[in-house]
């Protein structure tokens, strides 16, 4: 009797084993690492071996283009959903929600906490409901819940976790047994988005930094091929939007032109901004607007197509944005190195895209390709099924192995 049950113990371990190795050959794992403001031709400025072995052996589309304001937030959570800000409602790092009667700001925990902020379906949303584990490290939205789900995993955001943490964060993730083990994997670094505004995208500061981030990503591969899933994860390096260079004798304080008295309320920093006039000023305030130098001031309802932006209620009447390499600022002028927010079809603007792994063909380069593309592109690889989104694969298809 008791050789019996260490008998159906043993077969019902190997059959068990039989299993787990099965779905763990034939699973994909998939690994988003996003560096803030890595501007497409930053690595042109420096020795960057790791990013070039990228190129060499996997795939990179040379300009990733942001959305229209391309700022942190709007992007991020574009890149997530697949859908233009306007869609998905996070429209500026910080605006008001008539809907909600309440202020987004990026530094107000409360906000950036709070679900009914994010419209769409953020990947790992839709991974969760088709039962893939994901686990999320400061990407914009993930400590929300969304549609009712969270992340399998996430941390509370913290700017000042070092790089070799968050790296042993992305170690214990990647060893854990496998029924735990998350198959999406999004990872956020603020580097190299705040030199870029210090010391602006052409300085030493910002040199040095790419050096590091690509010596940390090696790190990064190092530690990955050291697990059990080396041969099976695709991993993708990209960021959200670019850097322009600023100068001080190219500023122009917003209030010398404009009544502030006119304005109800205004969000947003340089080079782009949102503004509502106090009952009866609508007319007044854009007058004023118009004259503010070096900048383009529309009304919410006559954007350019092109942007896709402006149907969404959480955008104030007016949208005002500087010229190219040009601030503009209220009350504060805030970082004079460099900055980004401008025009998504600026040259500065544009980001990086990076791709290696099982899913992607060896040394294969491609021009162009939206932020939002990414999202189809990431549920092809975790095989899950999307809503409609305003991203299109297509730009992407060259890269992907048959
Ligand atoms: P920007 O003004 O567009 O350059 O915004 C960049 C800032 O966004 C960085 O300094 C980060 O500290 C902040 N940030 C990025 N991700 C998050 C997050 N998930 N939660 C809070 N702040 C964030
Ligand atoms: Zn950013
Ligand atoms: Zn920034």
New binding site residues.
């Given amino acids: 009797m008791k050789s019996n049950k260490f008998y159906i113990i043993v077969v019902f371990f190997a059959l068990s084993l039989c299993s787990i190795v099965a779905q763990t050959s034939k699973s994909k794992y998939l690994l988003v690492i996003s560096y ?2 890595f501007r497409w031709d930053y690595p042109e400025k420096v020795e960057t071996p790791t990013f070039d072995s990228v190129q060499a052996n996997g795939a990179r589309v040379m300009q990733c283009q942001p959305c229209f304001p391309s ?3 709007p992007n ?1 959570y574009s890149m997530a959903t697949g859908l233009y800000p306007d869609n998905h409602g996070i429209v500026l ?1 910080s605006f008001y929600s008539k809907e909600l009667k309440a202020e987004y700001r ?2 107000n925990r409360k906000a ?1 906490t709070d679900g009914r902020f994010y419209g769409g379906e953020p990947i790992w949303v839709a991974a969760e409901k088709q039962g893939v584990k994901s686990a999320t490290l ?3 939205g ?2 929300a819940e969304i549609k009712g789900v969270r992340p399998s995993y996430y941390y509370k ?1 913290s ?1 000042r976790l070092k790089y070799n943490n968050r790296l042993d964060t992305l170690k214990k993730w990647i060893n854990l047994p496998y029924t735990e083990r998350p198959k999406l994997i999004m990872m ?1 670094f ?1 580097q190299p ?2 030199y870029g ?1 210090q010391y602006g995208p052409n300085s030493n500061e910002v040199k040095k930094q790419i050096s590091y981030i690509d010596s940390f990503t090696k790190k990064v591969f190092q530690t990955i091929s050291n697990s059990s899933i080396a041969d099976s994860i695709d991993i993708i390096i990209t960021s959200d939007h670019g850097m322009s260079e600023l100068n001080i004798k190219r500023i122009v304080n917003i209030a010398d032109y404009v009544k502030l008295k006119d304005v109800k309320s205004w969000y947003g ?1 340089n080079p782009v901004f949102m503004f509502t006039a106090k009952k009866n000023r609508e007319e007044k305030l854009y007058q004023q607007l118009l004259t503010i130098p070096h900048s383009t001031t529309w009304k919410k309802d006559s954007i350019p197509n092109r942007l896709n932006f402006g149907k969404n209620s959480c955008i104030g009447q007016f949208v005002v944005v500087a010229d190219s390499s040009w601030s503009i600022y209220i009350k504060n002028v805030g970082y004079i190195g460099g900055t ?2 401008y025009d998504n079809s600026n040259k500065d603007m544009q980001a990086i895209f990076y791709a290696i792994g099982p899913s992607f063909k060896k040394g294969i380069t491609v021009n162009k390709m939206r932020n939002i593309d990414m999202y189809p592109l990431l549920a092809k690889i975790l095989n899950l099924k999307i809503d409609k989104i305003d991203g299109d694969i297509s730009p992407l298809i060259p890269l992907i192995k048959e």
Wanted: glycine fraction near 8%; include cysteine.
């Fill in positions: 803030d403001g700022k942190t937030f991020h790092n990026i530094s950036v400061f990407w914009v993930c400590e955001y700017s956020y603020e988005d705040k505004h920093n980004h927010g």
